[in-house]
Nanobody, 131 residues
């Protein structure tokens, strides 16, 4: 049974930092692209970042470039999202998702993946930014 479990969500002050993680079981991350998505109340789910089969295949949504860092540790079957300089527009439930490498079509870059190509999803972790 495949499971993705997010953890690390918390209340952080504006300008603060937070690390959230996505631990996978039932699959080997070596063969999956991993994406982070977020959904705030009343808003559509938004892709935030993804990492392909290597660190060379990373994509960030424009509003988080330079502030968020995605990293994968295949040996630990875990993907991290480091969030710095958190802003009032960042609060949301953050989800991780896994897309099989077949959807990458031999490319390492994950930025072209659609939401529907992510086969497995976690339950989410809440990130709140407030003073």
């Amino acid at each position: 049974q495949v499971q993705l479990v997010e953890s690390g969500g918390a209340l952080v002050q504006p300008g603060g930092s937070l690390n959230i993680s996505c631990a996978a079981s039932g699959l080997t991350l070596d063969h999956y692209a991993i994406g982070w998505f977020r959904q705030a109340p009343g808003k559509e789910q938004q892709g935030v970042a993804c990492v392909g089969l290597s660190d060379g295949g990373i994509w960030y949504e424009d509003s988080v470039k330079g502030r968020f860092t995605i990293s994968r540790y295949n040996t630990k079957n875990t993907v991290w999202l480091r969030m710095d300089s958190l802003k009032p527009e960042d609060p949301a439930v953050y989800y991780c998702a896994a897309a099989p490498d077949q959807y990458l079509g031999g490319d390492v870059y994950c930025g072209k993946l659609t939401r529907g190509e992510y086969d497995y999803w976690g339950q989410g972790t809440q990130v709140t930014v407030s003073s």
